[in-house]
């Protein structure tokens, strides 16, 4: 009886198998994207008083070292808790699967500049860097661009504005409609 027991203790442990597989081994098996794009981004927040700004590339990530993995609401929480910590450089953020309500966030303490060649493309997930604190150089207000346009007029002096100054503008600009669409098309 222990003899036949042993065995089939033996056949039942013999023919099991046990694998471990990280989440971040799963995204090197999705296919690239047809023309991945780069995002300057700018997020609020309450510890950041000007909310937080960031690089993001998405439909791409970084296979570089990890600091933390962890589920979050959404990729705003991701760039929070890289802000908290001083050693994370960037983070990847991966969009929620369809039987998951959270997505996934790792902190990495490399960035694409560390190793370009780290980069990898990846479907529903976006690259983070260069997560920092907005400072007051990296908003604008509208308002300005109508008072200095007002007071042109109201003076009577054609609109005359030096070439600097207008190509300032424009980038400005340019930069409030790259956010816009992007959180247009994030809420799609």
């Given at each position: 009886m222990l003899v036949s027991s042993l065995t089939l203790c033996l056949l039942i442990f013999s023919s099991v198998q046990a694998t471990t597989e990280w989440f971040g081994d799963l995204r090197a098996h999705l296919n690239?994207?047809?023309?991945?794009?780069?995002?300057?981004?700018?997020?609020?927040?309450?510890?950041?008083?000007?909310?937080?700004?960031?690089?993001?590339?998405?439909?791409?990530?970084?296979?570089?070292?990890?600091?933390?993995?962890?589920?979050?609401?959404?990729?705003?929480?991701?760039?929070?808790?890289?802000?908290?910590?001083?050693?994370?450089?960037?983070?990847?953020?991966?969009?929620?699967?369809?039987?998951?309500?959270?997505?996934?966030?790792?902190?990495?303490?490399?960035?694409?500049?560390?190793?370009?060649s780290l980069m990898r493309p990846f479907?529903?997930?976006?690259?983070?860097?260069?997560?920092?604190?907005?400072?007051?150089?990296?908003?604008?207000?509208?308002a300005d661009v109508f008072k200095s346009s007002a007071s042109n007029v109201n003076s009577g002096s054609p609109v005359a504005k030096s070439t600097k100054e207008e190509l300032s503008i424009l980038k400005k600009l340019s930069d409030k409609v790259a956010e816009f669409n992007l959180r247009f098309r994030s809420r799609r």
């Amino acid at each position: 009886m222990l003899v036949s027991s042993l065995t089939l203790c033996l056949l039942i442990f013999s023919s099991v198998q046990a694998t471990t597989e990280w989440f971040g081994d799963l995204r090197a098996h999705l296919n690239p994207p047809k023309n991945p794009a780069f995002y300057d981004v700018t997020y609020d927040d309450s510890d950041c008083p000007q909310g937080l700004h960031s690089d993001a590339i998405p439909d791409y990530v970084y296979f570089g070292a990890m600091m933390s993995t962890m589920t979050v609401d959404d990729h705003s929480e991701c760039l929070q808790q890289c802000v908290q910590l001083p050693k994370c450089k960037a983070v990847n953020f991966f969009e929620p699967m369809s039987y998951q309500e959270k997505g996934f966030c790792e902190l990495l303490t490399e960035s694409q500049f560390d190793n370009p060649s780290l980069m990898r493309p990846f479907r529903k997930a976006t690259y983070y860097e260069k997560i920092r604190c907005r400072d007051s150089e990296d908003s604008f207000d509208r308002a300005d661009v109508f008072k200095s346009s007002a007071s042109n007029v109201n003076s009577g002096s054609p609109v005359a504005k030096s070439t600097k100054e207008e190509l300032s503008i424009l980038k400005k600009l340019s930069d409030k409609v790259a956010e816009f669409n992007l959180r247009f098309r994030s809420r799609r």
